[in-house]
């Protein structure tokens, strides 16, 4: 039972517990009043007296706290558990919002693992809900960073003129975790990188890095946005050609000895799941046409980052020799999501000596350390933004399915070709397939 | 960082910042990521280095020196804002971990940033196929640092993949500004060549390989016993010789036909000059690719030129 009553557990961890986890410096008066309001209801997901227990619980609380009826669910359940917990809060009528209170509920990623089962759960949950009351939470949408990038978009004139096909070469979108599942053996297998990652997080950042100017922020205009550039976008023709998935091996990754996939505990030796993914996706509208957008996902990278990577195309004329430029790439405006957020220009500058040698060089802007206030942990924010009833950040049922579209064709190819995904070394940055499919493009993938 | 600037005006503001900037580090305006392998005994030597060419080029350093703990760990130490305008990471490495460097080393380039690797000591066979090496694009020994210069300059020769240097050839520098200078300016055919070095002494070698693949003439070479790395070389024309001596590794003496003895700076150049010079160049030195081919020539031919042993003549 996720919520639980009875008196708080007065035997608290050591305040040096509690405030080494606090990100922010732990406030001793703010911990004792959140600790005022904390029950533990427990019981089983079928036991009806547990959810009545419940309901007794928030009304007790509605009183003595004054949340005049406010309430928010959070369902950190498992997917299969969804249909049962919704209708027992249901069944106690704690779903509806009533006059001058709200009741809210909040669903975490997966959201279903195709369209089919995403419609099955929507219906489940709007069964219940409002729509303006289910709040979809994708922690990387509540990152200071992802709101930055509609500032740098939307209030700069400098970006603008070069945010489409006429400069950008193409963009490549990572999120890369050093990690491997962990003990998350139960949830991750089966369900794989493309279906954590991409379906969600990945492609709502392409989503936020495509989409035209909503006229105000409004979350209805944002939404619509939204929507209108994942309409746009399709999986690509050749999924052969245009995708790579992976599987992680053992072996030493950041200095650490560590074990392959098919060796985790409590994973089928037979596993296809992969843990490394990587999409080809092409938005067919008049900014992006022809402008490959390539997502890639995987555990067991070097290092843990996400980041937008624009690529902008070569200039057209380069007054100098060969041997000057020898060294030089392409500009980049890579937007960083975590976990240094901010923004890197990279552009040409010439090596300060007497030879005329043009090297790339980058420019950074790094909110960490330029904003005194640290930026509020993501979870914080979004969760501010759910009791506030703002649900801009949060993904509609209409953008998960237009994403499951984009998704479920290659996730079918994969699951047809019914094969080993081809391994890579732990804490190297994927297998050769992934190389390949960019090279088959002519471009090579970033190092994050 | 507290910084008392008395009696200013707006310029010196200014500068005050620049400098405070300077030292506290932006992590950001950092060009490339250097792997330097050490050994422990020159260490102090090679972060001194680091230090200098971290001025000129910010960028990451990864020192990595092999620790003599039996237990497998790495210990870190991290230079930041001292001095250098980059930072530099020092790993030392202990016992299994030995074999798994590239494994931490990989997880802490900078993003999309060239990366170059430097052996200032002992080096690999082939550069190119260490782990190390394998993760940059840009690798530089060093084969005085060798026990045996001129075998392990010859062993890099016949390794050499693209992107590969040796500071046996930044040492050239001056020397080959000199030379094509002098060819340019007399006008006269070469018949052949003498360069002349201390025993032992890899820039020489390479040198008379480089003249050679220039200049299409015989290049013999001749051991030195007295005076430091490359002493002399004498260029053969039908109208005399040129001759470029250097014999204190400080000032060299230039003299051709028909015009008078000239002093010219010929400095021999500390490891931190050299490295920071050779830093400049990101891309594949097609010059010094050429010049390794026509040293393999030249150690393959029967009546290789080198070991020659010919008395010095001023």
């Not at chain 2, 074999?99 to 002992?122: E, F, I, T």
């Amino acid at each position: 039972m996720p919520v639980a009553t009875g008196p708080p557990r007065t035997s608290p961890r050591s305040s040096t517990t509690r405030s080494r986890n606090a990100r922010t410096p732990f406030r001793e008066e703010v911990w004792q009043q959140l600790l005022e309001g904390i029950r533990f209801v427990a019981g089983d997901f079928t036991d009806e007296a547990a959810f009545a227990t419940l309901k007794d619980t928030l009304q007790e609380l509605d009183e003595a706290q004054g949340t005049g009826g406010n309430h928010a669910f959070y369902l950190s359940v498992p997917p299969k558990a969804f249909d049962l917990v919704i209708s027992q809060l249901k069944k106690q009528g704690m779903t509806k919002s009533v006059k001058g209170a709200w009741s809210r509920v909040v669903i975490e990623k997966p959201f279903g693992h195709d369209l089919a089962s995403a419609q099955v759960l929507e219906r489940q949950v709007s069964s219940a809900f409002d729509s303006q009351s289910v709040f979809r939470i994708d922690h990387y949408l509540g990152k200071e960073t992802v709101q930055n990038m509609l500032a740098l978009r939307f209030a700069n004139q400098l970006f603008e003129p070069i945010w489409n096909r006429n400069y950008i070469d193409h963009v490549q979108i990572t999120m890369a975790e050093d990690i491997g599942i962990g003990g998350r053996a139960g949830y991750y297998d089966g369900i794989g990188a493309a279906r954590d990652v991409i379906q969600n997080h990945l492609l709502q950042l392409l989503a936020l890095t495509a989409m035209e100017e909503p006229t105000s922020f409004d979350a209805a205009q944002l939404r619509t946005e939204k929507q209108k550039v994942l309409a746009a976008a399709r999986p690509p023709r050749d999924i052969a050609a245009h995708t790579a998935r992976g599987q992680y091996r053992g072996g030493w990754a950041g200095g650490r000895q560590v074990l392959g996939y098919l060796e985790e505990e409590g994973i089928d030796q037979a596993s296809q799941t992969e843990t490394y993914a990587a999409i080809r996706v092409d938005i067919d509208n008049r900014r992006w046409a022809g402008v490959p957008f390539y997502l890639r996902t995987a555990k067991r990278m070097p290092r843990r980052v996400t980041e937008v990577a624009l690529n902008l195309r070569r200039a057209p004329h380069l007054p100098f020799t060969h041997n000057d430029i020898e060294a030089l790439g392409t500009n980049a405006l890579v937007m960083r999501i975590q976990p240094d957020e901010g923004i890197t220009l990279r552009f040409g500058a010439k090596v300060p000596a007497t030879l005329m040698e043009i090297r790339d060089v980058t420019m950074d802007f790094a909110y960490g350390n330029s904003f005194a206030e640290s930026s509020p942990e993501a979870y914080e924010r979004l969760i501010l933004d759910v009791l506030l009833g703002d649900p801009p950040l949060f993904p509609q049922h209409e953008e998960v399915e237009l994403s499951w579209k984009i998704l479920d064709p290659i996730l079918d190819f994969w699951a047809d070709i019914d094969t080993q995904p081809e391994g890579y070394a732990s804490g190297s940055w994927g297998p050769e397939s992934g190389r390949a499919m960019l090279a088959r493009d002519g471009f090579v993938w970033r190092r994050p | 960082m507290i910084i008392n600037v008395p009696d200013t005006t707006a310029t010196g503001v200014h500068m005050a910042l620049v400098k405070a900037r300077h030292s506290v580090g932006v992590a950001s305006s950092m060009v490339f990521t250097l792997l330097v392998v050490a050994d422990l005994r020159n260490y102090d030597d090679v972060f001194n280095a680091c230090k200098d060419a971290g001025r000129e080029h910010p960028s990451r350093i990864i020192l990595i020196t092999n620790g003599l703990s039996a237990s497998s760990r790495m210990d870190a130490e991290i230079h930041l804002g001292e001095e250098v305008p980059g930072e530099i990471i020092s790993l030392r490495f202990h016992g299994e971990m030995v074999n798994h460097r590239d494994s931490v080393v990989l997880a802490l380039l900078l993003p999309d940033s060239p990366v170059v690797a430097w052996w200032p000591g002992k080096s690999p066979d082939k550069p190119g196929d260490d782990p190390i090496g394998a993760l940059a694009t840009r690798r530089i020994t060093d084969a005085m640092g060798a026990s045996n210069p001129l075998r392990a300059l010859e062993t890099r020769a016949r390794n050499y993949s693209p992107g590969d240097t040796d500071l046996t050839w930044t040492r050239l520098t001056p020397w080959r500004a000199l030379l094509a200078a002098a060819v340019e300016q007399y006008p006269a055919t070469i018949a052949d060549v003498t360069v002349t070095s201390a025993a032992n002494n890899a820039s020489g070698m390479l040198l008379a390989a480089w003249l050679e693949d220039r200049l299409k003439c015989t290049v013999v070479r001749s051991e030195s016993t007295t005076g430091l790395g490359i002493t002399q070389v004498r260029m053969n024309t039908s109208k005399g010789d040129i001759t470029i001596s250097r014999e204190d590794g400080r000032m060299a003496t230039f003299s051709a036909p028909g015009l008078p003895r000239r002093v010219v700076a010929l400095r021999r150049r500390e490891l931190n000059a050299l490295i920071t010079e050779e830093l400049r160049r990101i891309d594949v030195d097609d010059i010094f690719a050429a010049s390794m081919r026509c040293l393999v020539q030249r150690c393959e031919r029967p009546a290789d030129p080198v070991g020659i042993v010919a008395k010095a003549s001023g």
